[in-house]
């Protein structure tokens, strides 16, 4: 069990551009998740997935956001055309879940990747 | 949309000392509810899980209870030490709803 890798663990880039965050989850996990976490603030959801399927966003997940996870292993998040108020820590968890739509085993979280817009 | 709120929002203890959490949630519709530690600059990690079926659970020095159909839950940290010292934070979590509490930032001093 190497646990919930992020990558990068910073990302600072000028409003406007584009960035990718991968998060590799622990290997037998068929569970993910995204979050995004603001200084203060418990993590607020964005997505989840279940194997390779997208099964819920979030209506904080705008059209400038996409998520993918192509093999049902690791996953990245996307966000086009980087605002201000993207600033924030973003984090991915997983677990090995037997249902679908709700967690019901303990979810392990990465480190996050913290994002900067200038 | 599920409300949770923690109080209090900081709290500063000598070490030794017992103290209690809390947490309460609008919305009883939860399939169980997770306690986290979050350590500053780093991710979460899961303390305890309590299914809606059960009163309570325990790991060491912690112990949660819930009540649903109140809509609480408390974490209890007997003997507190420094290295308890972090944000805590609830989660009740129902069908495709993963809301989480703004988290208890807890300061043990030796």
């Known amino acids: 069990d190497t646990g919930v890798s992020q990558d990068p663990r910073h990302k600072i880039t000028k409003r406007g551009q584009n960035v990718t965050f991968r998060c590799d989850p622990i290997?037998?996990?068929?569970?993910l998740y995204w979050y995004r976490q603001t200084l203060g603030q418990g993590p607020e959801f964005l997505t989840y997935?279940?194997?390779?399927?997208?099964?819920?966003k979030s209506r904080l997940l705008s059209d400038r956001f996409s998520a993918e996870r192509p093999k049902g292993s690791f996953s990245t998040l996307e966000i086009q055309r980087t605002e201000q108020g993207d600033s924030a820590m973003y984090l991915c968890?997983?677990?090995?879940?037997?249902?679908?739509?709700?967690?019901?085993?303990?979810?392990?979280f990465g480190d996050g990747t913290r994002l900067s817009i200038l | 949309k599920q409300e949770v709120t923690q109080i209090p929002a900081a709290l500063s203890v000598p070490e030794g000392e017992n103290l209690v959490l809390n947490c309460s949630f609008t919305?009883?519709?939860?399939?169980?509810l997770q306690w986290f530690r979050q350590d500053p600059g780093k991710g979460l990690t899961s303390l305890l899980l309590?299914?809606?079926?059960?009163r309570e659970q325990t790991s060491g020095r912690l112990n949660a209870s819930l009540d649903k159909s109140s809509g609480r839950s408390t974490l209890y940290i007997a003997a507190s030490q420094p290295g308890d010292s972090a944000t805590y934070l609830c989660?009740?979590?129902?069908?495709?709803?993963?809301?989480f509490g703004s988290g208890t930032k807890l300061n043990v001093k030796p």
């Open positions: 968890a997983s677990s090995l879940e037997t249902g679908l739509g709700y967690s019901n085993q303990p979810q392990h």
């Open positions: 290997s037998e996990h068929n569970r």
């Open positions: 997935f279940q194997n390779e399927a997208q099964l819920e």
């Open positions: 919305d009883s519709a939860i399939y169980n």
């Open positions: 309590i299914q809606s079926s059960q």
């Open positions: 989660a009740p979590l129902g069908f495709n709803k993963f809301y």
